[in-house]
């Protein structure tokens, strides 16, 4: 009888450790996607850490790190969401910052085979830089990229498509030493297939990646940028 109490208990408790340890993944689990690091941004996100430092700014289980967290979703990525034309994303890089990933058209933003912007592509570009404008505490990182053709200057293409935008958001009034070196990959990166008409329309998109500066943590670490009853505030909105 007490030995099969005793394995009761045994069996019972293997049973609330699989429970807790199923609880404490749910809770971990980021509610955003990942960097793929075999992609461009590799080397972006390599500049990027270079900028604010190889050790995370702030530890990643601190308290301060949910508020850097909720400064991002709050005053970026919300706002962002809001304009039509813009596909927004939270992405999480291995300091557990979250950035905001915009992913634009290229048939919205420029002229058929043409670095030059249409007039739709500038207003959704002063829209970001507004948002930018109000948010001087972080950088941005800017990639194009085209579908498969037979236009031999893709990569060329894409570039120059970059540095229009970097060109166009600074001419807005946003620093340049905010904005990393744009980058066009030409093909290289493709996210749908290229024998549709619906995937390479996908795939002539430029992608601008807002993410927290240094400036940014240092603030939050010196209580500039806090929480109070429950809500974001800086030392400018007092």
Same mark, same amino acid.
């Given at each position: ?87 927004? &994303? ?6 557990? @910052?979250?950035?905001? +990933? #915009? ?5 919205? =933003?420029? $002229? ?94 430029? &992608? ?6 240094? @400036?940014?943590?240092? +603030? #939050? ?5 806090? =929480?109070? $009853? ?9």
């Amino acid at each position: 009888m007490k030995k099969n109490a005793f394995f009761l208990l045994i069996i019972s408790l293997c049973i609330l450790g699989c429970k807790s340890k199923n609880n404490l993944s749910a809770i971990s689990e980021p509610h955003s996607i990942g960097i793929d690091l075999s992609k461009p941004e590799r080397p972006y996100f390599s500049k990027y850490k270079e900028m604010i430092g190889r050790q995370p700014p702030i530890p990643t289980t601190s308290y301060k790190s949910g508020i850097a967290q909720r400064y991002m979703r709050e005053r970026i990525i919300a706002p962002l969401q809001a304009i039509d034309g813009l596909t927004v &994303e939270e992405v999480m890089e291995e300091y557990n @910052s979250r950035l905001a +990933k #915009i992913t634009i058209s290229t048939d919205f =933003l420029f $002229n058929s085979m043409s670095p030059r912007l249409t007039d739709r592509g500038s207003e959704l570009l002063r829209q970001i830089a507004q948002l930018l404008d109000a948010n001087p505490h972080t950088v941005v990182m800017i990639i194009c990229h085209c579908e498969y053709s037979s236009f031999q200057n893709r990569t060329l293409l894409t570039q120059a498509r970059a540095e229009s935008i970097a060109e166009v958001l600074t001419g807005m009034g946003v620093a340049q030493e905010r904005i990393l070196d744009p980058m066009g990959c030409g093909d290289e990166w493709p996210v749908a297939n290229n024998n549709t008409s619906v995937g390479r329309k996908e795939n002539r998109r430029a &992608e601008i990646f807002i993410c927290p500066a240094k @400036s940014l943590y240092e +603030k #939050i670490l010196n209580d500039e940028i806090r =929480l109070e $009853n429950g809500r974001l505030r800086t030392d400018s909105e007092q």
